[in-house]
């Protein structure tokens, strides 16, 4: 499933840049080399980064 649609990232890429580190959707795009465009996509993986984060520990 695609989390944003600016940079065509999916969920698995959010997962991924979570479980490697990054606590927020900024430092995760970032990982990926891209930028948030809209923000739209912002709360949602935010979510998803919480949910990684919180299975990991
Ligand atoms: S959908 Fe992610 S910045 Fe627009």
Redo the contacts with the bound molecule.
């Keep these: 499933m695609v989390?944003?649609?600016?940079?065509a990232?999916r969920e698995r890429d959010v997962r991924e840049a979570a479980r490697s580190g990054v606590d927020c959707p900024l430092q995760a795009?970032a990982s990926l080399g891209r930028?948030?465009?809209?923000?739209?996509?912002?709360p949602f993986?935010r979510a998803l980064i919480a949910e990684e984060r919180s299975a990991a520990a």
Excluded: E, F, L
Aim: glycine share 6%; proline share 6%; aromatic share 6%.
């Design positions: 989390v944003c649609s600016c940079n990232i795009y930028r948030p465009r809209c923000g739209q996509c912002i993986a």
